[in-house]
Every structure is written in C-alpha cells, then in structure tokens.
C-alpha cells in the first residue's frame, strides 16, 4: 500500500506538470470506466465539444492540435497500450491514473451507480451505470444536478418502457454539449432532442431497434459529431440532414440505397464512417469534399463509387465492398485516380497506397 501511494504521488507530480489544456483532457477521461479502450477520434472529438482544444492561430486545425495534445499525454505516460490499427488508434489508460483523473475531477464529473450515491452540486458530467431499469429513485437522482454538459448513459437495457427517464433527461438538461447514449437499447429517439441547441457531440451508436431518428436532431446546427453506426434497424436518415452544417465526424449505419441531405457538410466533415449499408448504392453528391481526412467503408456490398475531388483526404480503408474495392485497386482501377494522392489505403486490409508502390 504504501508502495501504491508512493506511485500515486509521482504520478500527482506529473500531472501538476502539465500544461492547462492537457490537465482539463485528461481529467474529463475520468468519465469513461477503467479498462476503457479510447479511439483516438472519439477522444478528440470528445475533447472538442467541449471546448478544450485551443489555437491562437485563425487557421489552424484543430483536430490537428487534439492529437498533438493526446501524443503528448502518450508521451508523458497518461495513456497505455497504444495501438495502430490500420487508420484507428486505440488505447487505454492505467487503474492509478484513472483512480488520479477520478480524484482531480471530482467535483466537476461523477460516475453515478445508485441513486443513493451523493453528488457534488457543481457536477457537469454525468455518467450512469447500472441503471438497466431506472426506478423512481432513478429520476429523483436527476434533481441533485443542474447544468450538465455531459450526460452519458450506456449499454443498458433501459427499453421502450424506460422512455420516459431519456425524455426527463433531455428535459432537464439544457445544457448539454454531449449526450452518450451507446448500446442503450433505445427504441425511439425524444423529438425533444431539437431542443439541446448547445450539443455538438450524440453517440447513439449500437441501438439496434431505433427504425428512424425524429427530424427535429436537424435543429443541432452546433452538432459536430454524429455517431449512428450499428443502428442497423434505421430506414432512412431525416430529410433535412442539410441543416446540420457543423458536422466533422459522421458514422452511420441504414437501410437506404441513397444518402441524401448531406450535401452541405461537404465543407466541414473531417471523419467518415459508413458500415453495414447492405442495400447502399450511391452517396450524396459531394462535390468537393474539402476537408475529409479520413474515410471508412465497410460491408456495403452494392457501393460502387466514391465522392469526387477529396483533396485533403489521408486515410482510406474498404473492407468487404467488391464492387468498390475493384475500382479503387492500384494503377488499373477506375477510381485510381481520384485516390492515388491518399498517402494510406487499405483494401480489405492490404495496404495499397501509391507511396508504397513507389518504393523499391
């Protein structure tokens, strides 16, 4: 123990030795569990909705900068098992420096299992766990706390029933810059999420009975990050996805052969995931796709082409698309061309990028 302690206390003198916007990220990890595998764009887009990531300089990206700010913390020893899968970065991060994260943001973020449990008034992230049937006691709960901008409630069986606790939740936070609601087995998505105009970060990812998402989520026009892969049961996105005008990282799964409505987020989406689009044919009519930095197809069997004109793209992976992956192959394919700039590209888990053909 008193080794432990010991630990823990060079481990504090660390932390201390970081810069300000470094200590706020790594702090607002507390709210994810131990042994939590972190992806390197859902943390940074995490970070950036709310507002950690700063630049001094007009143009500078800031995804660029989260990066520099999660290598950083890697590079101090805030982060572990560090991990280079194809185009995903994965890692973690150790018991003592969660249980450090967990002691400096307290008073700011709570992991809450019981309605019992006391919280800090001024808490502004919320996570619940263990709360497969909200109860009663569950919704008094909401009352300890006001102005949350994170509000995260995932893998539960929270079902058609329980309604009502995501609804008095959205109703109650008004402020809310982040709502997770991952693996929650949702079946309808409250129209009164239009309302949240503060949002820039909904993860709804794996809720596999959600048919269609209310059109009033098109209200979010601060929304930069949309995470709807693995809802596999969704028929078809809102009609007026074109007014989500700040998007940067879009997954999805659906059940539509045409993606419509997105053609305004040409200008500013950075990440793309499209998985399990079996009926997929055609994607929108992005013209000049001006800031995409990466992109991810998988398992949609009937896409037969890309976007047009991705300067800026860096990273492109196509696993199980046969019609696709033959036009993108090197040299001969017929959309060679359009991607041979892409300095890393994996078919169906081949790296073929042209920097890579070059080489002797």
């Not at 018991?95 to 008034?121: G, R």
């Not at 028929?235 to 993606?259: A, G, N, W």
């Amino acid at each position: 123990m008193e080794t432990e302690n010991e630990i823990f206390s060079v481990l504090k003198l660390s932390y201390d030795q970081l810069p300000p916007p470094l200590k706020q990220c790594f702090a607002y990890c507390s709210l994810f569990p131990k042994d939590y595998r972190f992806n390197e764009v859902e943390t940074v887009q995490f970070w950036l909705a709310h507002g950690l990531i700063q630049t001094s300089k007009k143009n500078e990206d800031l995804e660029d900068i989260g990066r520099q700010y999660l290598n950083d913390l890697v590079s101090r020893c805030f982060f572990q098992d560090y991990e280079e899968e194809l185009i995903f970065i994965n890692f973690k991060m150790h018991d003592l420096l969660h249980d450090l994260a967990l002691l400096i943001a307290k008073n700011e973020c709570s992991t809450v299992s019981s309605s019992k449990q006391d919280i800090a008034q001024g808490v502004r992230h919320l996570c619940l766990t263990n709360c497969d049937s909200p109860e009663e006691s569950d919704f008094q709960l909401l009352n300890k706390v006001g102005h949350v901008r994170s509000f995260r409630f995932t893998d539960t069986d929270i079902g058609p029933s329980n309604k009502s606790f995501i609804e008095t939740c959205l109703k109650r936070f008004q402020h809310l810059r982040l709502l997770d609601l991952q693996g929650s087995n949702l079946e309808v998505l409250p129209r009164r999420i239009g309302n949240l105009k503060h949002l820039r970060y909904v993860d709804l990812s794996g809720n596999h009975f959600i048919t269609k998402l209310p059109n009033s989520i098109c209200k979010l026009q601060n929304l930069q990050t949309l995470y709807l892969v693995g809802c596999d049961g969704i028929e078809e996105l809102p009609r007026d996805m074109r007014y989500l005008i700040s998007l940067r990282c879009l997954s999805l799964t659906t059940k539509q052969k045409v993606l419509r409505g997105l053609e305004r987020s040409a200008n500013t989406l950075k990440c793309l995931h499209i998985r399990e689009c079996e009926n997929l044919a055609t994607l929108p009519e992005w013209h000049n796709l001006t800031s995409l930095e990466k992109l991810e197809i998988i398992q949609c069997p009937k896409l037969s082409t890309l976007p047009e004109r991705m300067q800026r793209l860096k990273q492109l992976w196509i696993k199980d698309c046969p019609v696709l992956s033959e036009r993108c192959k090197p040299e001969s394919g017929e959309d060679w061309p359009n991607i041979a700039h892409v300095s890393r590209i994996y078919l169906d888990g081949d790296e073929v990028s042209s920097k890579q053909l070059s080489a002797p």
